[in-house]
C-alpha cells in the first residue's frame, strides 16, 4: 500500500513557476515508478510526467521542456518543477504511484493516487 498527498499548488501569474510536492508513505516506496496527472474541468485525466524508480523520465509533449519530475527516493518524495507556466496549466494536479518499475504511460497502470492539488494560472 503506498499513501500520497500533494503540496505546493496555487495561484500563479502566466509564465512563473510552482514545485508540486508528493508524500508518499509505505515501506516499498523507492521501487514504484511514479507520475503526475492533471484534469480540468469537463476533460480527461492526463499524464504530464512520469519517473522510474531508476529515474527514466517521460513528459507530455505539452509540458516537455517547462516540467521537471524528480524524486528523492530517502525522503519518499516526488516533486514536479514547473515553469513559464501558462494558462492551460490550470487544472488539479495528482500523484500517482504504479506498482511497476518502469515508466508508466497508462492510466490503468497507477494503481495508488492522491488528492490533488489545484494548480490556476492567469494571464
Known amino acids: 500500500q503506498v499513501q500520497l498527498v500533494e503540496s505546493g499548488g496555487g495561484l500563479v501569474q502566466a509564465g512563473g513557476s510552482l514545485r508540486l510536492s508528493c508524500a508518499a508513505s509505505?515501506?516499498?516506496?523507492?521501487?514504484?515508478?511514479m507520475g503526475w496527472y492533471r484534469q480540468a474541468p469537463g476533460k480527461e485525466r492526463e499524464l504530464v510526467a512520469a519517473i522510474s524508480s531508476g529515474r527514466s523520465t517521460y513528459y507530455a509533449d505539452s509540458v516537455q521542456g517547462r516540467f521537471t519530475i524528480s524524486r528523492d527516493n530517502n525522503k519518499n518524495m516526488v516533486y514536479l518543477q514547473m515553469n513559464s507556466l501558462k494558462p492551460e496549466d490550470t487544472a488539479m494536479y495528482y500523484c500517482?504511484?504504479?506498482?511497476?518499475?518502469?515508466?508508466?504511460?497508462?492510466?490503468?497502470?497507477?494503481?495508488?493516487w492522491g488528492q490533488g492539488t489545484q494548480v490556476t494560472v492567469y494571464q
Open positions: 500517482a504511484a504504479s506498482q511497476r518499475h518502469q515508466v508508466a504511460i497508462s492510466i490503468s497502470e497507477y494503481a495508488y
Open positions: 509505505g515501506s516499498r516506496f523507492s521501487i514504484n515508478a
